[in-house]
């Protein structure tokens, strides 16, 4: 992050613009918006600001910048068409500690200006760095196509209660519940359709009735995917926006851990192969205690929860104590990395079945159905296989799987630190040998690898310290 998002006050304050244009004049009318008194510094003024100025909205000060210009200002804004101007401003700006922005360059000044939704008091803003202006404006119009002018009007009916609320409830939880069940519900409603009145009256009961106890909460479990937060469904998120306490583990990839709501508690339970931070039966209970306080509780896992996620154990638990849960599937591991690396799981000419295999059982043994994994005409994934790819690898050609028969390694599949590593189950442990691909790494073994050079289309940054893309050659070993 190369700029710290603030919300600045500028009611009533003194704020300098530097330039009489069209680009000037939107700056003026965001500050007159926001109750500032403006001072524009031009030696001409266009049609608009004119208009202004003759209004007595704004003080023209009719001639070039001169030093000085800024000694009393709150804030200030470079908006000329001369560059030599424009450094002029940005450096006095400087000097005096006074933010400047300076239009069409915000390397040059302490502040830049984002596409903004106005719903006021509600506003939302979208920022690029000054990378992109344009895709911030393309975000912005999306954004106000999802954000209904009524919320305006929720925030302003909101306000006028919130003393009231906090005298209700001294507890902020329960602020934080009643305010999740208004805003969320039937007054809420009532907002948007015009029926302010209506939802006054409806709040004024929510209010009056008896203050709210913790009662029983719930448990959410959601699969977070293979890594990119783009693979989220919309009701995952949406819960776990709403969660009091966020429960995570080591494959949970950090930007979607960060979609979660910001307030909320984080509780690490991540397990490495021989290193638990929480053993299962612990993080088990702790889901129910934690919801029987009355919280609302995110189970949050990378991949699907139910496929070798444990999640059916950790639901077992909290239907024989009572506790409501719901469960939301993610995208799977084996389904996200297999897509992004460019490799069909199934392709009529050359697979006609797909089987997910854990690496390793609950006693650490690989005691698996070796002859049927060795089958032709299909694709098997090995999760959490990489310390053991050296017994996948012998036990496969012992019972029979030729030892040319393509696979694949994809480290961190659909993040940009993807790795894809090609070559075959015989070649499989030199390539790891070499590489030292890191966890989570997924295998991939059968005849619709050798598509992975045709058909690979995502592609990690070049020359960053996220990774680097290099060319595919079929047939040879591929580092993606």
């Known amino acids: 992050m190369q700029h710290l998002p603030i919300f600045l006050s500028v009611q009533d304050q003194f704020s300098v613009v530097v330039g009489g244009g069209e680009i000037a004049t939107r700056k003026v009318a965001l500050l007159l918006r926001a109750g500032a008194h403006v001072r524009v510094i031009a030696p001409t003024l266009c049609a608009n600001l004119t208009k202004f100025r003759d209004e007595g909205r704004i003080e023209h000060v009719a001639r070039a910048y001169r030093d000085g210009d ?32 300076v239009v069409d360059h915000p390397e040059h000044g302490s502040f830049i200006m984002p596409s903004i939704i106005d719903r006021s008091p509600v506003v939302a803003a979208v920022s690029t760095g000054g990378a992109s202006p344009v895709l911030a404006r ?23 209660f919130r003393d009231r609320v906090k005298q209700t409830f001294s507890d902020p939880a329960d602020r934080r519940r009643f305010w ?28 009056g009735r008896t203050p709210m106890q913790a009662g029983m ?62 053993r299962q039966e612990e993080i088990n209970q702790l889901l129910a205690d934690l919801a029987k306080q009355g919280k609302r509780v995110v189970r949050l896992k990378g991949g699907d929860p139910f496929i070798f996620g444990r999640g059916g154990e950790e639901i077992d638990t909290l239907a024989r104590q009572g506790v409501p849960f719901q469960v939301v599937p993610g995208i799977t591991a084996a389904s996200g990395c297999a897509s992004y690396a460019g490799i069909p799981l199934t392709h009529r000419d050359y697979a006609q079945s797909v089987t997910f295999v854990t690496g390793h059982l609950k006693d650490n043994s690989m005691n698996l159905n070796w002859p049927q994994l060795a089958q032709p005409h299909q694709t098997v994934v090995f999760y959490m296989g990489l310390k053991g790819l050296p017994v996948i690898s012998r036990e496969l050609q012992a019972h029979g799987m030729p030892g040319d ?68 050659t079929p047939g040879t070993e591929l580092q993606q």
């Open 70 to 101: 800024l000694e009393d200002a709150y804030l200030a804004f470079a908006a000329t068409d001369d560059e030599q101007v424009n450094h002029l401003v940005a450096a006095a700006g400087q000097a005096l500690r006074v933010p400047v922005n």
């Open 138 to 160: 393309l975000i912005r119009s999306r954004l106000e196509s999802l954000i209904p002018a009524g919320y305006g009007r929720l925030a302003e009916l909101a306000g006028r």
């Open 180 to 207: 999740d069940k208004v805003l969320q519900g039937g007054v809420a409603e009532r907002v948007f359709s015009g029926h302010m009145h209506e939802a006054e009256v409806l709040l004024e009961h929510e209010l």
């Open 217 to 278: 909460g719930e448990v959410y479990l959601v699969g977070g995917g293979p890594g990119d937060p783009d693979l989220l469904t919309f009701r995952a998120l949406r819960l776990m926006q709403q969660a009091d306490v966020v429960v995570y583990d080591r494959l949970v990839a950090k930007a979607v851990l960060d979609m979660t709501r910001s307030d909320a508690e984080r509780i690490y339970v991540g397990k490495e192969r021989d290193n638990h931070a929480m």
């Open 405 to 472: 028969t393509p696979a694949a390694l994809v480290q961190q599949g659909t993040t940009h630190q993807q790795r894809v590593y090609t070559g075959s189950i015989a070649t499989l442990p030199d390539i790891v040998a070499r590489q030292q691909p890191k966890p989570p790494t997924l295998i991939i073994v059968g005849d619709v690898v050798q598509l992975q050079g045709k058909l690979a289309w995502f592609k990690t940054p070049q020359h960053s310290d996220q990774g680097a893309t290099t060319p595919v």
